[in-house]
């Protein structure tokens, strides 16, 4: 087979020389035998240097020590993130009208955003659509009827702790800005979430005039 496929390669005017580097090995399988062409030496030193990094990249990486995969420092750097963020919101109050003020500051928002996605969203859905809990992105509510609501059943939980009580899991910042998120998402649905529950509530309050604004308490985290 090698033969017949050496031979319509040498079907070239010069095929009649010998060449050295075409010299064949000794052994023969079933008649079959092969061009004496070792690897080259960098190749088989490479070969051999990733077989001596995998098992020590290996046993680092996935033993199981916390803090050390990609996704374990991500998520340190994100905790950083937070806290910096945190230090430069101040100690806020959780009431009405800190609520109002950060549902209108988009860069908060996305703060209020990270907290949701790492405690809400088993129960909420991706962006509040609904699932165990109800949809938060339509008109209805169960038991909000005022935008300050949201701060009380996030705090003190609702249906006998279907909802989850908050207020000593989350720092007093985390839930004002959660808050707002949830607040962000009205109306931000297609449709395609959860079919809605409750009633239909006024709309929450319009921004704040400018010279209360955010960010002249607090700096944006931007
Ligand atoms: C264990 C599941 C679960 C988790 C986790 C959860 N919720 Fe809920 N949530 C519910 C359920 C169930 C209700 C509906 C309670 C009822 O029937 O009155 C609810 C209701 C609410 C409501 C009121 C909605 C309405 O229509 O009255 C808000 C706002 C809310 N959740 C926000 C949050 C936020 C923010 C988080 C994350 C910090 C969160 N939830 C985490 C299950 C959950």
Known sequence: MIQAMS???H?????????????????????IQQYDHPLPVWWIWLFVAVLLFAPPY?????????GRSLADHHEQ???????LQFSQMGEVTADRE??????????????????FKSNCVACHGREGVG??????QDDHYKNIGDIADILRVLQQGANAGAMPAWKSKLS??????????????????????????????????QAPPPETDVTDQQKSPE
């Open 7 to 9: 031979d319509s390669k």
């Open 11 to 31: 079907e070239s005017p010069d095929s009649n020389q010998d060449d050295p580097a075409d010299s064949l090995t000794d052994q023969s399988f079933d008649g």
């Open 58 to 66: 290996v046993w680092y990486y996935h033993n199981g020590t916390q």
């Open 77 to 83: 750097e994100l905790a950083e993130v937070l806290k």
């Open 98 to 115: 800190t609520l109002v003020r950060f549902l209108y500051e988009d860069s908060w928002l996305r703060v209020g955003r990270s907290v």
């Open 131 to 136: 699932k165990v809990g109800p949809n938060l």
């Open 172 to 205: 007093t910042n985390e839930i004002v800005l959660v808050s707002a998120y949830v607040a962000s998402l009205r109306g931000s649905g297609d449709g395609s979430g959860k079919p809605a529950e409750g009633r239909v509530i006024a709309p929450w309050p």
